[in-house]
């Protein structure tokens, strides 16, 4: 399967939950599934994705999420202010996630779903990172 074989495999259910609000596309560069919406929609859109992936950081609250998160999002979880990451639960190594992004001019928004990095998690133990996490 390919990327985009395999993020329509995994994220049926997300693809499913909004196609009837969104069009979906593949972004060939970013390898992700791609729905780009006016801000309308964005209530019915924020709705059904919270229904479908749970779990939610945004730029305050990804400062405290597992470092697993992090890693399975890569490149998504560093957030800006109004972006969003969408997941199932973490503890079960979800194979897709979201993100919500907002575009700047605010008349747009899109989300991308996309697959999770797959190489094996390996936690930090360095005293400085130990730090770090007690300040974020």
Known sequence: MNEEEKIQT????????????????????HKVML??????KQDQVLFT????????????TIKKAPDQAKHYAGQF???VKQQKLFSSNIERQPKVMAAWWPWGHGATVSV?????DTSPYVP???????????FA
């Open 10 to 29: 995994y994220g049926k259910e997300v693809l499913e939950a909004l196609s009837s609000i969104v069009k979906w596309k593949y972004d060939d560069f």
């Open 35 to 40: 729905a780009e919406f006016s801000v309308d």
């Open 49 to 60: 994705l919270q229904q479908t992936l749970p779990v939610c950081w945004d730029v305050k």
């Open 77 to 79: 979880s560093k957030l």
């Open 112 to 116: 991308r779903l996309f697959l999770t």
């Open 124 to 134: 930090k133990t360095g005293i400085i990172h130990k730090l770090s996490r007690l």
